[in-house]
């Protein structure tokens, strides 16, 4: 079983940048066949999806984070990334990579929709 862990959060002010990565401890496992997305979840409200990302490298995003975060995935390290500019205090949360072995999901802001996870990186951004 592929196991997601998730580095890069911290702190920064409103309009400031992170970077959050999500690799693999597996050396045989490769993102390649894998469809994989960021969610978060800020206290007390639900985990939300904010970025997908499929095989073929098709992307989506929840319109509060388009045009300010972008996924990407480099398929020879095994790494998942998600680029966030623009950052507003209402982006804190702690942020979950996911994955699932599929080509294609139509549903790719469900939690149920995969079914490997990381234990998350706190992003918290002050005004």
């Known amino acids: 079983q592929v196991q997601l862990a998730e580095s890069g959060g911290g702190s920064v002010q409103a309009g400031g940048s992170l970077r959050v990565s999500c690799s693999t401890s597996e050396y045989t496992a490769s993102y390649s066949g894998y469809c994989m997305a960021w969610f978060r979840q800020a206290p007390g409200k639900e985990r939300e999806g904010v970025a997908y990302i499929s095989t073929d490298g098709n992307t989506r995003y929840v319109d509060s984070v388009k045009g300010r975060f972008t996924i990407a995935k480099d398929n020879a390290k095994n790494t998942l990334y998600l680029q966030m500019n623009s950052l507003k205090p209402e982006d804190t949360a702690m942020y979950y990579c996911?994955?699932?072995?599929?080509?294609?999901?139509?549903?790719?802001?469900?939690?149920?929709?995969?079914?490997?996870w990381g234990q998350g990186t706190q992003v918290t951004v002050s005004s």
């Open positions: 996911a994955a699932v072995r599929s080509r294609f999901l139509y549903r790719p802001f469900v939690t149920s929709s995969y079914d490997i």
